[in-house]
């Protein structure tokens, strides 16, 4: 991926605005990932979680929840999102039911991941360079009976009406499309049907959920955040494959303090789609 423009009103690192957007993931889109843990296919309440690519810890935190008796074993390669994680733990007082482990599943080692009742990927798997060989790992580190749950996100989340703004009407559509075939090219494992890839790695299917996301923007101003963190992120690395009119109408909203940012509109909302897929080690 081409990382040598960065957003232009974007401070700290890119790991610090990952962060920031899986915090507001988080946030934004608690009530969907409540349901989706609600609806796992469980024989009986998992004691031992591991989350994998676990990022700033919204899967992590949502499974204690859900979980009261069970610790995770929280997994991703980013030292700075551990940190987080675990200062979010700490804050939380559930710091004793939270292992850290930084590890680079890209590598045909894996850590150690204990024995898991279950294994949770959430927006990670599709990362992976070889995805297939992941598949195997998980299933290798499940004992019979236990359950992998994979979600991905169809794609990143809309905003804007789709005859917005009023002078590049279908800016966003056409954002979204240069950062698709861009990322196309580095993700094939992005939106894939990962049911076949979970059978192929020796897993049964049990379920398939798709959970459609609609929020209306006007109830929470962290909606314009998300919206301008995303957008800014995206603006990252396809700006050179944009045409300097949509350009320009990206930054003015994207510009947090001119008359046209995101922060200010009234008529934001976020559309996406989630799917789970519930797999089982038999
Ligand atoms: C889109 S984030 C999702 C984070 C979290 N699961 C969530 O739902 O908010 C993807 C995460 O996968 C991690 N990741 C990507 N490639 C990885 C790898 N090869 N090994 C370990 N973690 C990886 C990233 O550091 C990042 O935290």
Request: aromatic residues 4%.
């Amino acid at each position: 991926m081409n990382h040598t423009h960065t957003a232009r009103h974007t401070h700290g690192t890119d790991t610090d605005v990952q962060a920031e957007i899986l915090d507001l993931d988080a946030e934004v889109l608690a009530e969907h990932t409540t349901s989706i843990t609600a609806w796992l296919p469980l024989k009986s309440d998992p004691h031992h979680l591991v989350d994998l690519g676990c990022g700033t810890g919204t899967g992590t935190f949502a499974l204690l929840d859900r979980f009261p008796d069970a610790h995770v074993t929280a997994v991703d390669a980013s030292t700075e999102h551990l940190q987080r994680l675990r200062t979010k733990a700490r804050a939380l007082g559930v710091q004793d039911r939270v292992r850290t482990v930084r590890a680079d599943l890209d590598e045909t080692a894996w850590p150690d991941l204990g024995s898991p009742d279950m294994v949770w990927a959430s927006a990670s798997m599709h990362h992976m360079a070889r995805p297939e060989r992941a598949l195997r790992n998980v299933h290798d580190a499940l004992a019979p009976g236990a359950l992998f749950a994979v979600v991905e996100l169809a794609g990143h989340p809309r905003f804007l009406p789709e005859n917005a703004p009023e002078e590049r009407p279908g800016l966003e559509e056409r954002v979204h499309a240069a950062a698709d075939r861009l990322q196309k090219e580095h993700m094939p494992g992005r939106g894939a049907d990962w049911g076949p890839m979970l059978t192929a790695a020796g897993f049964t299917v049990e379920g398939q959920r798709t959970i459609a996301v609609d929020i209306e923007g006007d109830r929470d101003e962290a909606i314009g955040r998300y919206a301008l963190g995303v957008l800014q992120r995206i603006r990252g690395v396809i700006a050179d494959r944009l045409s300097h009119e949509d350009l320009t109408a990206l930054d003015r909203l994207l510009d947090p303090s001119g008359p046209h940012s995101v922060l200010r509109r009234e008529d934001l909302t976020v559309r996406t789609e989630r799917t789970v897929w519930a797999a089982r080690r038999t």
